[in-house]
């Protein structure tokens, strides 16, 4: 069995930055996919950053350049580093965590943790 919390969400002001971390515990595979998603108010939930066992990383348009995702300094963490932040980044952000060695959706990931909320002011 797999755990995943998430920690570091708050309210920030736009442009602002903010680092969140998803910290696993239980029996791994060799190969997993560690993906972040968020669920902002009224929509469903979207893929933002994934990172794979081997170091590649994968983000969508929305948010390239301005997230990354990254082994944390803490073992056994994630971390997505969030700048330049719009309001439109607000939501709830959930960790995932899949076996195998390609991101995929949603509907694809094994584990899910409780999520941590971000804000954006304007």
């Known amino acids: 069995q797999v755990q995943l919390v998430e920690s570091g969400g708050d309210l920030v002001q736009a442009g602002g930055s903010l680092k969140l971390s998803c910290a696993a515990s239980?029996?791994?595979?060799?190969?997993?996919?560690i993906g972040w998603f968020r669920r902002a108010p009224g929509k469903e939930r979207e893929g933002i950053a994934c990172?794979?066992?081997?170091?590649?990383?994968f983000y969508p348009d929305s948010v390239k350049g301005r997230f990354t995702v990254s082994p944390g300094s803490v073992k056994n963490t994630v971390d997505l580093q969030m700048t330049n932040l719009e309001p439109e980044d607000k939501g709830m952000y959930f960790c995932?965590?899949?076996?195998?060695?390609?991101?995929?959706?949603?509907?694809?990931?094994?584990?899910w943790g409780k999520g941590t909320q971000v804000t954006v002011s304007s």
């Open positions: 990172i794979i066992t081997d170091g590649r990383t």
């Open positions: 995932s965590a899949a076996w195998g060695d390609i991101c995929v959706g949603v509907g694809g990931m094994h584990y």
């Open positions: 239980g029996v791994f595979h060799e190969n997993y996919v």
